[in-house]
């Protein structure tokens, strides 16, 4: 890094990580951005004026909050409540809720930074905010999580809207939880307000497809990287990590498309499946019982078996889908990965693969997509939901797909040929960071000093 444009962003990381102790995600993902933005700095002068980029990483608003409930025996419990109002040039403050026990406001802040440059590949006109709680759902009655939903909503509702900011779900968050808090902000505002957030039910201003997108759009996503280079999924073994939302809907649509995924994981460990994976199996286990991984193992018979604590990047696929959590691919899996011939990665998740991993599989010419780009598909159809909801009509599973697919040939296409156009073609990274930034960059110019 020796030009003037590199030298000043790289000022401008050591100063985000000296007001932001302690966030190590936030400074991951804030200098993932700023790595990229050397060429656009030194092509377009007009982004140089200063303050833009320090308002860039510094969110708009941040709200904490105390989330007090009852579990079932009585007992008090007191969690944290999150929202991270990060950036709303392109449109309200737009992105999921996670509820995990490892929530803390520096992991809100990276969801947050990372939405505001995915919503704007989107096209869609929709800002970057994110949410959540410390409270963790494993093992909770129905019941805990309503009452949980419902204490969180009550503070949540005063500073959200369908002009303002429209939450949804993430890890932890899925169709009975968005259930459970548009209730309680329905009945707090006496409003019928379906906009206000997505992953809401069909039946109730739910869009069709919503619980499948993010999934479908991370396969959609590859299989753009692989048309480039003249080959498809067809026949092809995938490695998928997760057992959620995102990675279920992930394993439908690659056998949808004629490939083979072999694996799913959770936080106990991974199940390899030499038949590849039966999903009617893993949604029993996984969506119905809320089970541990291992149970599929036991129940497939012998074809499965569960490795306790292991690395799903262990096992052999041509193609891989991180589809769990932040920070799940190190350098080291990335290494056994390329060994084992993988030509495509997707991310499903946001930001599972280390910047050392990233390194790897692009010195290695592997096709990489980044969640940014890869799992956009997921909000792009939550701005579909809200189209629906302010229009007061619903749309065919056919129609919201087949807007999905066109959504992400065309995050594809903007990105590489954004990677093309500043001397990287092919590097998905340099192609999202750009193109999202820019379009960030230009509405908050437009828009003067706030
Ligand atoms: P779910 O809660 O449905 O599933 C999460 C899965 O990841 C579970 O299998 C869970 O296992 C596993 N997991 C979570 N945390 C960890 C951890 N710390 N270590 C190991 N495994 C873990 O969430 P989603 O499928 O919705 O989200 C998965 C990823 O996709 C996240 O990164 C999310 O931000 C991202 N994403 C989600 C979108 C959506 O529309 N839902 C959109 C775009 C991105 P366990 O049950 O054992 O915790
Ligand atoms: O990370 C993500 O993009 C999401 N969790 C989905 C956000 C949304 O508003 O649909």
Same mark, same amino acid.
């Given at each position: 890094m020796s030009t003037p444009e590199a030298s000043r962003l790289e000022a401008l990381r050591a100063e985000v990580e000296r007001r ?10 804030v200098r993932e951005v700023l790595e990229s933005l050397a060429p656009v700095f030194a092509a377009r002068p007009e982004y140089a004026e200063p303050g833009l980029l320090e308002r860039i990483v510094e ?21 944290? !409540? ?5 950036n709303?040039a392109l ?22 930074f990372?939405?505001i440059f995915?919503?704007a ?13 410390? /409270? ?37 968050? !899925? ?100 038949? !590849? ?83 790897? /599989? ?5 096709? /990489? ?49 954004t990677?093309?156009r500043y001397g990287t ?5 340099t192609g999202a960071n750009i193109t999202g930034f820019e379009r960030v960059a230009d509405a908050v110019l437009a828009q003067g000093l706030i």
């Amino acid at each position: 890094m020796s030009t003037p444009e590199a030298s000043r962003l790289e000022a401008l990381r050591a100063e985000v990580e000296r007001r932001n102790p302690a966030q190590p995600e936030f400074h991951q993902a804030v200098r993932e951005v700023l790595e990229s933005l050397a060429p656009v700095f030194a092509a377009r002068p007009e982004y140089a004026e200063p303050g833009l980029l320090e308002r860039i990483v510094e969110p708009e608003r941040q709200i904490l909050f105390r989330v007090p409930w009852q579990d079932d025996r009585g007992r008090v419990h007191v969690n944290r !409540g999150f929202r991270v109002e990060f950036n709303s040039a392109l449109g309200p403050y737009k992105g999921g809720l996670r509820f995990h026990p490892s929530v803390n406001i520096g992991v809100v802040k990276f969801l947050g930074f990372e939405q505001i440059f995915k919503n704007a590949l989107t096209g869609l006109g929709i800002g970057g905010g994110k949410g959540g709680s410390d /409270f963790d759902p494993h093992g909770r009655s129905d019941n805990e999580i309503m009452r949980f939903c419902q204490s969180f909503m009550t503070e949540l509702s005063r500073h959200i809207g369908e002009h303002t900011d429209v939450p949804a779900g993430d890890i932890g968050v !899925g169709g009975r939880e968005i259930g459970y808090l548009f209730g309680q902000y329905r009945r707090i505002t006496n409003r019928w307000e379906a906009g206000v957030l997505t992953g809401k039910g069909i039946g109730w201003g739910g869009s069709a497809i919503r619980p499948e997108a993010t999934g479908y759009g991370s396969v959609l996503f590859a299989a753009e990287m692989l048309a480039r280079r003249g080959t498809t999924l067809e026949g092809l073994t995938a490695v998928v990590s997760g057992s959620g939302n995102v990675a279920l809907h992930t394993i439908e649509k690659l056998q949808q498309l004629g490939a083979n995924p072999l694996t799913a994981s959770d936080s106990s460990g991974y199940v390899v499946d030499t038949k !590849g994976i039966d999903l009617e199996l893993l949604r029993q286990v996984k969506e119905v019982e809320r089970a541990r991984i291992s149970e599929y193992a036991v129940r497939r018979g012998p074809s499965a078996s569960f490795v306790a604590d292991g690395r799903v990047w262990d096992v052999a696929g041509d193609v891989a889908f991180p589809s769990a959590t932040q920070n799940e691919l190190h350098e080291q899996d990335a290494v056994t990965l390329v060994r084992n011939g993988v030509k495509a990665v997707s991310e499903g998740a946001n930001m599972p693969s280390t910047p050392e991993a990233v390194r790897v /599989f692009q010195e290695a010419g592997v096709a /990489f997509g980044p969640g940014k780009a890869a799992n956009a598909g997921g909000v792009a159809v939550s701005a579909l939901e809200m189209s629906q909801n302010a229009a007061r009509v619903a749309w065919s599973a056919e129609r919201v797909e087949s807007e999905l697919a066109a959504i992400m040939k065309r995050i594809h296409d903007d990105t590489y040929e954004t990677a093309a156009r500043y001397g990287t073609p092919g590097d998905y990274v340099t192609g999202a960071n750009i193109t999202g930034f820019e379009r960030v960059a230009d509405a908050v110019l437009a828009q003067g000093l706030i």
